[in-house]
C-alpha cells in the first residue's frame, strides 16, 4: 500500500492530463456513490463536521474520502488548517488496500479539475479574460486549471468580499504569460469575461444573468448546500444549463435546487453532465454567442476517478 503525499498529488496531477483522465473516467460506470455527513456543535457555537464519500466500481476500484471540517482551528492558535483529510483506494476485484492519498491536496484537484473538465466542452477557445469570485483555498488552482484548458485566457481578475485577500493573491499568483490583478467592481469585471468562476460560501446570489456578456461561461463551484446561492435566477434563464452529474446536484445545491424550486427550471431544461459530454451523447458549447452555465458540485465519484489516474500516474513515474 502507497502512501501518496500532497507534494506527489500536486505534482503528478497537472490540470491537462487530469481533464483528460476525467473524461476517460466518465467513459465507465458507476456502481455506487454515497454521502455520509456527521455534525457536532463546538462550544464556540460554531459546527464540527465529519465528512465520509464512498464510492465504487465494481471489480475496478473502491475508495473513500474522509474529511474533518474543525472551523475553529483557524482562530485558536493551534496553527492547524479547519479542514483535514485522508482519501483511501482500494482494488475493486480483491479489496486489498493499494493506497492512502492526503485528501486535501486530491479534493482540489480534483475540484478544479472538474470545472476545468466542463470548460474544456463549455467555453470557447478564444477566451481572453478570467474572473475569479472567491479568494480561498480553491482559487489559485481555479485559476490555474482554467487557464492551462484554454492558455488563451491572459487576464484574470479576482474579487473578493475581502479585497486585500483579492491582492495579496494576485501578488502572490505567479503564472507566466497571465496578467493577474484584484478588482473591486465585480459587475463591471464580470461584464467583460469571458470565463467566471465562483468558489465561495454565498447564501445570496452574486452574479447576475444581466451581467453576462454573449459567450460567457459560468462556472459555479461554491453553493454546495441548498441554502448557498452564487448566482441569480436570470443565469439560468440565459444560459443552456450544465451539471458535473445529476446525481449530486438535483436536489442537493442551491443554485440548481432553488430554480426548480420556483419553477423557473425544469430537470429536463439541464442539457446534461460530464457523463454526457464525455460520451457525446450532448452537445457542449455550439456557436460562439451562447452563454454557458456549469454547476460543480463533486461528489465521491469524482474523488475515485482522481484517485485511480492518481495511482496510473504514479506507476509511470
Known amino acids: 500500500m502507497r502512501m501518496v503525499s500532497a507534494e506527489d498529488v500536486h505534482r503528478l496531477l497537472d490540470y491537462p492530463s487530469l481533464v483528460e483522465g476525467l473524461k476517460q473516467f466518465h467513459l465507465q460506470d458507476l456502481d455506487a456513490a454515497e454521502e455520509l455527513l456527521l455534525a457536532q456543535p463546538a462550544s464556540t457555537g460554531s459546527e464540527n463536521v465529519f465528512l465520509a464519500l464512498p464510492a465504487w466500481q465494481r471489480d475496478q476500484a473502491i475508495g473513500v474520502k474522509l474529511i474533518t471540517v474543525f472551523p475553529d482551528n483557524e482562530s485558536t492558535g493551534t496553527g492547524l488548517p479547519s479542514v483535514h483529510g485522508i482519501y483511501a483506494l482500494f482494488d475493486g476485484r480483491n479489496g486489498a488496500p493499494q493506497a492512502i492519498v492526503d485528501g486535501i491536496a486530491l479534493t482540489l484537484r480534483k475540484t478544479a479539475g472538474d470545472s476545468a473538465t466542463g470548460a474544456s466542452f463549455l467555453a470557447r477557445d478564444d477566451a481572453r479574460t478570467m ?17 492551462k484548458i484554454r492558455p488563451s485566457i491572459s487576464n484574470v481578475m479576482i474579487w473578493n468580499r475581502n479585497v486585500e485577500r483579492a491582492r495579496r493573491l494576485a501578488d502572490d499568483l505567479k503564472l507566466d504569460g497571465l496578467t493577474i490583478s484584484a478588482v473591486e467592481d465585480l459587475e463591471a469585471a464580470v461584464r467583460e469575461a469571458d470565463v467566471i468562476s465562483c468558489a465561495t460560501m454565498a447564501t445570496e446570489p452574486l452574479i447576475k444573468g444581466a451581467w453576462l456578456k454573449p459567450g460567457a461561461h459560468l462556472d459555479l463551484v461554491g453553493g454546495y448546500q441548498t441554502h448557498m446561492r452564487e448566482s441569480d435566477d436570470d443565469c439560468i434563464r440565459v444560459a443552456r444549463v450544465y451539471v458535473d452529474s445529476r446525481m449530486f446536484t438535483l436536489g442537493n445545491v442551491g443554485d440548481i435546487s432553488q430554480p426548480m424550486d420556483a419553477g423557473i427550471l425544469a430537470e429536463d431544461d439541464i442539457v446534461g453532465d460530464l457523463y454526457d459530454l464525455s460520451r457525446g451523447t450532448c452537445p457542449g458549447r455550439h456557436s460562439a454567442e451562447e452563454i454557458t452555465f456549469y454547476k460543480n458540485a463533486g461528489g465521491g465519484h469524482l474523488d475515485l476517478g482522481t484517485a485511480r489516474f492518481l495511482l496510473e500516474r504514479l506507476d509511470a513515474s
Open 131 to 147: 474572473v475569479m469570485v472567491g479568494a480561498g483555498a480553491m482559487a489559485p488552482h481555479l485559476i490555474m486549471a482554467h487557464t
